[in-house]
């Protein structure tokens, strides 16, 4: 199979694989505005990934996620319109040293109700302290340059509303568990 972004001839078997490493998604990236890059996403339940790079290089994380802060935001309120609910995780790249390492979030339940303000602030303070915990940890690595910083925007589907399950036979006979 032949890589249709990345021109190269990969195994059938390694196709999803390949289409995960960031060779694939720089090159596969679509320019949206200044600074915000799509990311196709073949990942089950992902609306879509979009990658932000600052305009100038930055040695210190504050500084870059004052500069994207408002593309982020931007770009999450575009699909809140559409979904309604969203889970959203970030990463960060930055070029290190020894070499290049991301530091990334957890995912996030965000709806219309949210002030993304703070959850902007949340993630931030996240790989802040991530990056400054694997620092401090005598690993020789000290950041050179944030390179850029990807948005994984997920459709979130809580479950429906209530129901009822009921027990096997042979476990309700027992009467030593509640069915709530």
């Given amino acids: 199979m032949i890589c249709p972004c ?10 999803t694989t390949h289409t995960r490493t960031l060779q694939h998604r720089t090159k596969s990236a679509v320019p949206m505005s200044d600074g915000v890059r799509l990311i196709y996403s073949a990942f089950r339940c ?3 990934s979009y990658r932000f790079s ?3 290089a930055y040695i210190n994380f504050q500084d870059f ?11 999450i309120e575009e699909k809140l319109l559409v979904y309604k609910a969203l889970k959203v995780n970030m990463e960060v790249f930055g070029k290190y040293v020894l070499q290049s390492k991301y530091v990334d979030t957890t995912n996030k ?24 915990e694997f620092d401090e940890k005598d690993s020789g690595w000290a950041i050179e ?12 589907s809580p479950f429906g509303g209530p129901s009822f399950i009921k027990l096997p036979h042979f476990i ?3 009467k030593a568990i509640i069915n709530v």
């Fill in 65 to 75: 996620f004052r500069n994207i802060q408002q593309n982020v935001l931007d770009v």
């Fill in 172 to 174: 309700e006979k027992k």
């Fill in 145 to 156: 340059t944030v390179l850029f910083a990807e948005v994984y925007i997920n459709k979130f």
């Fill in 46 to 48: 992902r609306i879509a």
């Fill in 6 to 15: 990345c021109n190269i001839t990969l195994l059938k078997n390694r196709m």
């Fill in 109 to 132: 339940v965000i709806d219309m109700g949210v002030d993304l303000p703070i959850v902007y602030k949340h993630f931030t303070d996240e790989i802040i302290s991530q990056s400054s």
């Fill in 54 to 56: 600052a305009t100038d």
